[in-house]
């Protein structure tokens, strides 16, 4: 980006520019902080999987420390037979840009020698979109946004083309999540909440309109005294 600085105004070009670089420099640094937080995440569930360190001693009990992640060779649960194998490397989707050479950790079992399949939380094994896409598609399906508009404005974020069968299947797996999550009473009710909306007129038939009515949305700010908490829904 080059700057002809003299008296007077940017020109608009210029302004573009200098946007634009801002831009480009916010999203390479939020990839980095993903990354950041992704791999240090990956890291702590190993080692609270482990129940060890990075470096300790490996100690074996009688008693097996039972995990939830298996060998895929014998099938051993038992983490104290689990050492850490280093890293593999892959790259990750998300609404900031593509994340490159993300290290994914990996362990080995020591009674086969076989790899452990390891299934972290924040990262899903054959998934190539991180979860802030499945939060924006809850939050576009919520507010009526097209497939294809969500699929033109994560294609643009990521730098590729996104199928439109992709985002449908990704929304079709969380429909059940969201439906639970209706249904089971809020424990934890915000003290505030900020309502917006945009009011809209129905026309009638005969030219008129009628009343307004606001497709409207709800956020909550999260704290410890009681109040009441509303989703998404419209007021006429
Ligand atoms: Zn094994």
Not at 20 to 48: D, F, I, N, P, S
Not at 137 to 155: F, N
Request: proline share 3%; with cysteine; aromatic share 6%.
């Amino acid at each position: 980006m080059t700057i002809h600085f003299r008296q007077g105004k940017l020109e608009e070009h210029e302004r573009q520019a200098i946007l634009e670089e801002v831009y480009q420099q916010a999203k390479e640094a939020a990839k980095t902080a993903v990354k950041t937080v992704v791999e240090a995440l990956l890291e702590a569930e190993v080692t609270a999987k482990l129940g060890r360190e990075k470096g300790a001693v490996r100690h074996i009990s009688g008693q097996p420390r039972s995990s939830d992640w298996a060998c895929g060779q014998c099938g051993c649960q038992d983490a104290q037979q689990f050492t850490r194998d280093g890293h593999y490397r892959r790259s990750l989707q998300t609404g900031w840009g593509s994340i490159e050479d993300l290290r994914v950790p990996m362990l080995e079992c020591q009674q086969c020698g076989h790899d452990v399949i390891c299934h972290f939380t924040v990262l899903e094994k054959y998934e190539r979109f991180w979860l802030d896409l499945d939060q924006d598609v809850v939050l576009g399906s919520g507010l009526c946004e097209s497939l294809r508009h969500l699929s033109e404005r994560w294609g643009e974020a990521v730098g590729s083309s996104i199928g439109l069968r992709t985002l449908n299947e990704r929304i079709n797996q969380m429909a059940p999540v969201l439906e639970q999550a209706h249904q089971t009473p809020i424990t934890q009710v915000p003290p505030v909440i900020q309502f917006d909306g945009i009011w809209v007129r129905r026309p009638r038939a005969d030219g008129n309109h009628e009343n307004g009515s606001a497709p409207s949305a709800a956020t909550a700010t999260q704290g410890e005294a009681h109040g009441e908490a509303f989703g998404l829904g419209t007021v006429g």
